[in-house]
């Protein structure tokens, strides 16, 4: 059974930084893509990062560039998204998602087979 475990969400001040954390079990993704989505209260989840297991390449949406990176740990078989920067935009469930294929498709959430249950990431101004 694949089991996606994230941790590390909290409540943050605007301008603090966060480090997210993704634990996989039940299987490796080394070819395929591993990503986190957002959600906010009433509004749809969004793709926030992605990063392709066998290259490393990694992708971002533009509200994150440049104050999220995502990496991963191929020995703990973990993905992580250090957040820096932290605004009141950027409070919601955060999800780790990852599916065995590195489709050149990674922004949707219909591109992934797996999804963890959501750390939430809370901050205030």
């Known amino acids: 059974q694949v089991r996606l475990v994230e941790s590390g969400g909290g409540l943050v001040q605007a301008g603090d930084s966060l480090r997210l954390s993704c634990a996989a079990s039940?299987?490796?993704?080394?070819?395929?893509?591993m990503g986190w989505f957002r959600q906010a209260p009433g509004k749809e989840r969004e793709w926030v990062a992605a990063i392709r297991w066998s290259s490393e390449s990694t992708y971002y949406a533009d509200s994150v560039k440049g104050r999220f990176t995502i990496s991963r740990n191929n020995t703990e078989n973990a993905v992580y998204l250090q957040m820096n920067s932290l605004g009141p935009d950027d409070a919601a469930v955060y999800f780790c998602?990852?599916?065995?294929?590195?489709?050149?498709?990674?922004?949707?959430?219909?591109?992934?087979?797996?999804w963890g249950q959501g750390t939430q990431v809370t901050v205030s101004s």
């Open positions: 998602a990852a599916d065995p294929h590195s489709t050149w498709s990674l922004r949707t959430v219909g591109d992934y087979t797996y």
């Open positions: 039940g299987r490796t993704f080394r070819y395929g893509v």
